[in-house]
């Protein structure tokens, strides 16, 4: 379980097939290294990966077929810099809110302010595939590429968030163009609202998202 507050950034180093899927090898500050023991869980642009490897200077996932598919880590170009966060621990405060590390869909940039440098604050606008849009309301929360932000306004395929100058700069969306793909993940409380009505049948869509799908 994880927050979606960014304290840390890596880089992605190295990336390799093999067998099933891929192995990453991710730069980072060694205060991200000492909590990537092997087997300890970290978000990486919000996808849970499992640490198989560390020293020094970085760490090393494996990705499945399953997660290259479903997210934008094998798409990321060499030395792309990733949004990181260590699992959250008992007694951890809970600053942002409730994220689980599994991608729900892809989205994209769609519109975004231009101010000063990076600090481009203001209204944010991303699609996202319609499946989640019932799981996405106003002041509700979503995870874009692993950054905790409350939705302003949504539709039947996008949403709006407001950024302040801080969550820019501390992230990599100073440099996200319009376009550029993030991954998504829902509010679970939404999640487990929306199964509940699909579940009793109110709702088309949601009915076939019960029967084990995120199709539209």
């Known amino acids: 379980m994880f927050t979606g507050l960014i304290r840390h950034l890596g880089t992605l180093e190295a990336r390799s097939s093999r067998p099933g899927g891929a192995r990453l090898r991710i730069a980072a500050p060694a205060d991200l290294l000492g909590r990537a023991e092997l087997g300890a869980s970290i978000a990486v642009n919000g996808a849970c990966l499992t640490s198989v490897a560390v020293d020094g200077r970085a760490w090393e996932a494996e990705l499945s077929e399953e997660t290259l598919d479903k997210t934008t ?33 892809l989205g994209q940039l769609v519109a975004r302010p231009r101010g000063e440098g990076a600090l481009d604050e203001g209204i944010w606008r991303f699609s996202l595939p319609p499946a989640l849009a019932p ?6 929360s979503i995870a874009v590429d692993g950054i905790s932000l409350t939705v302003v306004d949504c539709g039947s395929d996008w949403f709006s968030v407001a950024l302040i100058p ?16 993030v991954n998504l993940e829902a509010d679970p409380i939404g999640r487990f609202v929306a199964r509940a009505l699909a579940l009793r049948g109110s709702d088309e869509k949601l009915a076939r998202f019960a029967q084990g799908g995120w199709q539209a």
């Open 166 to 181: 801080e969550t820019v700069k501390r992230t990599t969306l100073s440099g996200m163009r319009p376009g550029d793909a």
């Open 135 to 140: 799981m996405t309301a106003p002041k509700g």
């Open 73 to 105: 880590l094998g798409r990321l170009a060499l030395g792309a810099t990733l949004h990181l966060e260590p699992a959250l621990r008992v007694g951890d405060p809970l600053d942002g809110h409730l994220v689980s590390g599994h991608v729900d869909g």
